[in-house]
């Protein structure tokens, strides 16, 4: 079953530095996510990336937040300046034209 | 409002018992509509789409009612595996031809022998 690959399960940084979490979607999915969680609350939606360019993104998402698909594979999250309320955990995920999205099992960021 | 929003339990309920969750959602430009299980610590993955007519797979079955923008999921049966976290999942499509899907809280659900 194809799946979304997402590495690494795990990182842990410095607040300030900036962090690169990235993502294998599925091939021929069409769109693109990232979400977080933050330890025991809701899944909240960053970011959306269809036809090469973002459709649309979270108020959480502002200027320390970018994001790639620079070879036609990889589907990066950067966070430029990390900061302490950046700790949760990043889930991507892809979807084809039509039906659900298949979610990574996530990375977990930790800002120390 | 929320766009989606759900009960966030816990539900506890002995083995064997049905169960049922409700979503409402705000958006009444909302395309498609999924229940995703959340276990601890893990990623959502689907559990079944929301169709218009309602659909059964197994155990559960999940209803559509765009008029109210309400949505549910019936657990029949439930057993010790299906504690988890259950997440209302809502599709809109945006302008330009991309999509967002919003998420509830999640309902916990705890089943217990």
């Known amino acids: 079953e194809p799946e979304v690959t997402q590495t690494p399960s795990h990182q842990v940084t410095q607040m300030g530095q900036e962090v690169i979490l990235r993502c294998v979607p599925i091939?021929?999915?069409?769109?693109f996510y990232w979400y977080r969680q933050i330890l025991g609350q809701k899944v909240e939606f960053l970011v959306s990336?269809?036809?090469?360019?973002?459709?649309?993104k979270s108020e959480i998402f502002d200027d320390q937040f970018s994001v790639e698909r620079p070879d036609g594979s990889n589907f990066t999250l950067k966070i430029r300046s990390t900061k302490l309320e950046d700790s949760a955990m990043y889930f991507c995920a892809s979807r084809p034209g039509q039906g659900f999205a298949t979610f990574g099992s996530g990375t977990r960021l930790t800002v120390v | 409002r929320k766009e989606v929003e759900q009960d966030p339990g816990p539900f506890n309920v002995p083995e064997g018992a049905t169960v049922a969750f409700n979503c409402t959602y705000s958006n009444s430009a909302s395309q498609s509509f999924f229940w995703y299980r959340q276990d601890c610590r893990k990623e959502p993955k689907l559990l079944m789409s929301?169709?218009?007519s309602g659909n059964e797979d197994g155990r559960f079955t999940a209803q559509l009612n765009r008029a109210s923008q309400y949505i549910s999921l019936l657990i029949r049966d439930s057993k010790l595996s299906d504690s988890a976290t259950y997440l209302c999942?809502?599709?809109?499509?945006?302008?330009?031809?991309?999509?967002?899907?919003?998420f509830g809280t999640g309902t916990q659900l705890k089943v217990e022998l």
């Open positions: 929301v169709y218009s």
């Open positions: 091939s021929n999915h069409l769109y």
């Open positions: 999942v809502v599709n809109v499509v945006i302008t330009g031809g991309g999509n967002k899907l919003t």
């Open positions: 990336f269809y036809n090469n360019e973002i459709s649309e």
